[in-house]
């Protein structure tokens, strides 16, 4: 009788997560099992923090798009150790002794692909210095190189650990759908908006509260047909957004003295919701053959830091469920996590020489190994990096065992 068993390998990592809504760094400390042969692929969260960013750090994020050349390179190499001594002590704070690697997405200052750049603060060497083990940083580069979008990333780790959904839909600072793994793209501004206007409200606010404020307020119809009318929404994917889109295109048009801040978190709530649901609705029959066979709705999965807006969800779920979509329950671990979780995995992908980045998502040239290697300083596991057909092969320390 023949053997159906297979060698699964498993690898602990830890993936770190900075959005533009500035709530702080997401780390998430994860195990992924793997057939390597098959590609496939399953993940258990092990722990996840989000650490939030002092007052000093949120100013010199927010404004390091400003800075001189000089200051900008200072600061990123001075938030590169602060992710080295932010992920130092989540691991000591969790008593977690040994990782295989660690990955970081790093703090986007400037993503321009269709000027040939994009830029994340954290110099990978500087942080490298803080582990005992490979850091994985800088994904978006290699991309844009190859006529990319250099956006969104996610969707490859969705295609791999989230395949049971036919859409997932992350609300951070930006908005972004992923399918399947097949498509992916920004869809509008949101967190960083919604948190911008309720910091105008009032000062101590750094977002609005399960959207109760907005709730308060009324729908201003002429701002929101602005909004519904900009040029973005009708552009074809692949197509990413930036701070400084938001900044030229949506920040103008929220004129608080011209209406209450209520009003405009009301009508920017409604716009994002408008447009998140119009874009799952638009693809929904891409979708339908998947879910008949099952004789299931389509499962959507929504994650990110608005998936906590009560308000915003509800009203994304009302424009769903005239369509026959509706947003599946996840626990509270893959909502404030997700994203982070991803980054390490495709920190994995890029170690194990496999592609990360997807074509078919950012419209590259060709899919590629996206990620630059830094080694550790305090060399706490078996690392081995060597070099075969001119090719960098990275051998991690692995357990293994067999399952049916």
Same mark, same amino acid.
């Given at each position: 009788m023949l053997s159906t068993s297979r060698e699964m390998s498993t690898?602990?990592?830890?993936?770190?997560m900075s959005g533009s809504s500035l709530d702080g760094l997401d780390i998430c400390h994860v195990e992924f099992t793997g057939d390597l042969d098959a590609d496939i692929w399953g993940y258990r969260i092990l722990q996840g923090e989000t650490i939030p960013y002092a007052k000093d750090w949120?100013?010199?994020?927010?404004?390091?798009? *400003?800075?001189?050349?000089?200051?900008?390179?200072?600061?990123?190499?001075?938030?590169?150790?602060?992710?080295?001594?932010?992920?130092?002590?989540?691991?000591?704070?969790?008593?977690?002794?040994?990782?295989?690697?660690?990955?970081?997405?790093?703090?986007?200052?400037?993503?321009?692909?269709?000027?040939?750049?994009?830029?994340?603060?954290?110099?990978?060497e500087t942080t490298a210095i803080y582990l005992s083990c490979p850091f994985v940083c800088n994904f978006r580069c290699r991309d844009v190189a190859l006529g990319g979008q250099g956006a969104p990333l996610v969707p490859v780790g969705e295609k791999f650990l989230?395949?049971?959904?036919?859409?997932?839909?992350?609300?951070?600072?930006?908005?972004? *759908?992923?399918?399947?793994?097949?498509?992916?793209?920004?869809?509008?501004?949101?967190?960083?908006?919604?948190?911008?206007?309720?910091?105008?409200?009032?000062?101590?606010?750094?977002?609005?509260?399960?959207?109760?404020?907005?709730?308060?307020?009324?729908?201003?119809e002429e701002l929101l047909e602005k909004l519904e009318g900009l040029g973005f929404y009708k552009e074809p994917p692949p197509k990413s957004l930036d701070r400084s889109w938001t900044d030229a295109n949506v920040l103008p048009l929220l004129d608080c003295n011209k209406y209450k801040t209520t009003d405009l978190l009301r009508t920017y709530?409604?716009?994002?919701?408008?447009?998140?649901? %119009?874009?799952?609705?638009?693809?929904?029959?891409? *979708?339908?053959d998947v879910s008949s066979k099952s004789?299931?709705?389509?499962?959507?999965?929504?994650?990110?830091?608005? %998936?906590?807006?009560?308000?915003?969800?509800? #009203? *994304?779920?009302?424009?769903?469920?005239?369509?026959?979509?509706?947003?599946?329950?996840?626990d509270e671990g893959t909502i404030n996590f997700k994203e982070a979780l991803v980054f390490a995995f #495709?920190?994995?992908?890029?170690?194990?020489?496999?592609?990360?980045?997807?074509?078919?998502v950012t419209g590259a040239k060709t899919n590629s190994v996206s990620g630059s290697i830094h080694r550790p300083l305090k060399v706490g596991l078996k690392n081995e990096i060597g070099s075969s057909n001119s090719r960098f092969t990275v051998k991690l320390h692995r357990q293994t065992s067999m399952s049916p």
């Open positions: 690898f602990n990592g830890i993936g770190c949120e100013e010199r994020l927010q404004n390091s798009n *400003i800075l001189c050349g000089r200051e900008l390179i200072q600061l990123h190499v001075q938030y590169g150790h602060f992710i080295g001594k932010t992920v130092s002590d989540f691991m000591e704070r969790n008593k977690i002794r040994v990782v295989d690697f660690v990955a970081s997405h790093g703090h986007t200052v400037f993503h321009q692909p269709g000027d040939g750049y994009t830029f994340q603060l954290g110099e990978g989230f395949s049971y959904y036919e859409i997932c839909i992350n609300i951070g600072g930006i908005a972004n *759908i992923g399918l399947r793994g097949e498509m992916g793209y920004d869809i509008c501004a949101s967190n960083s908006v919604l948190n911008h206007l309720a910091s105008i409200t009032d000062s101590q606010l750094k977002f609005d509260n399960e959207g109760r404020l907005a709730e308060s307020g009324t729908v201003v709530t409604e716009h994002v919701a408008t447009r998140i649901s %119009a874009e799952c609705i638009r693809h929904k029959s891409r *979708i339908s004789k299931t709705l389509p499962k959507i999965l929504l994650t990110g830091g608005g %998936a906590f807006n009560k308000f915003l969800v509800r #009203l *994304i779920r009302d424009k769903l469920k005239v369509h026959d979509l509706e947003i599946d329950e996840v #495709l920190g994995l992908r890029c170690l194990l020489g496999e592609e990360n980045v997807h074509s078919d």
